[in-house]
């Protein structure tokens, strides 16, 4: 298994400011996955955060408004620009046992409100 | 704080009595199908999953149920309890794609009544 810590684990931002969320693994692992989960809504893949390489973004997400950073095999962030009160979501940061492991870790998720 | 599942579907069950919950999938290309259990505050939880070339899994008081022909899901808590009380998402997983990324269903808020 793996654990997950974000931070912060809530925020509440003024509109046209930007927001950095941390996911920390302690394990080492190839991929993390950043997802958002917009009020009373299921969960949608913004990106995959690849060690060493430019994330991979989902059909809808780009990276000027979610630029990921991800330094090293147990750290990533993700950033939320310019943010409006459409971007009001839980983001979770998430990984995987590896290819074929379906089972997923989840970190507690970041609860973020834009006023 | 707010519920994660305030506008999703909602099914509520009596303490004890099983509870099967319904999901419909899109991508006839997926490899496994996952269900997760999200409580409030918390981030998804897995619980089970199922190849896609099989058609039933069993594991501690849950059943998962594929149907390819009709591309639908489902899970079947038995003898439910307080702590089941939960929103419940299925998943899938195509491998075979760049991301391996899950693509999650609309989700269903279980309650498990007194």
């Known amino acids: 298994s793996a654990v997950i810590s974000q931070k912060p684990s809530r925020d509440i931002c003024q509109r046209g400011t930007s927001l950095t969320i941390q996911c920390q693994v302690d394990?080492?692992?190839?991929?993390m996955f950043w997802y958002r989960q917009q009020p009373g809504q299921s969960l949608t893949l913004i990106a995959t955060?690849?060690?060493?390489?430019?994330?991979?973004?989902e059909s809808g997400f780009v990276i000027d408004k979610f630029p990921i950073s991800r330094p090293n095999l147990t750290f990533s962030t993700l950033t939320v620009s310019n943010m409006s009160p459409e971007d009001s979501s839980i983001y979770l940061c998430?990984?995987?046992?590896?290819?074929?492991?379906?089972?997923?870790?989840f970190g507690q998720g970041t609860r973020l409100t834009v006023v | 704080g707010e519920s994660v599942g305030l506008h999703l579907p909602t099914l509520s069950v009596q303490e004890g009595d099983n509870s099967i919950i319904n999901c419909a999938y899109s991508?006839?290309?997926?490899?496994?199908f996952i269900w997760y259990k999200q409580e409030s505050g918390k981030g998804p939880q897995f619980i089970i999953d199922?190849?896609?070339?099989?058609d039933k899994r069993q594991g501690q008081r849950v059943t998962v149920l594929l149907n390819k022909t009709v591309k639908h899901l489902s899970l079947q808590i038995a003898a439910t309890q307080p702590g089941d009380s939960a929103v419940y998402f299925c998943?899938?997983?195509?491998?075979?794609?760049?991301?391996?990324?899950?693509?999650f269903g609309k989700g269903t808020h279980l309650i498990i009544q007194p």
């Open positions: 394990s080492q692992v190839t991929m």
């Open positions: 199922i190849r896609s070339n099989m």
């Open positions: 955060a690849n060690q060493g390489s430019e994330a991979t973004y």
């Open positions: 998430s990984v995987r046992g590896g290819r074929g492991n379906t089972e997923a870790f």
């Open positions: 998943a899938e997983i195509h491998s075979g794609g760049g991301a391996d990324g899950l693509t």
């Open positions: 991508n006839s290309a997926s490899d496994y």
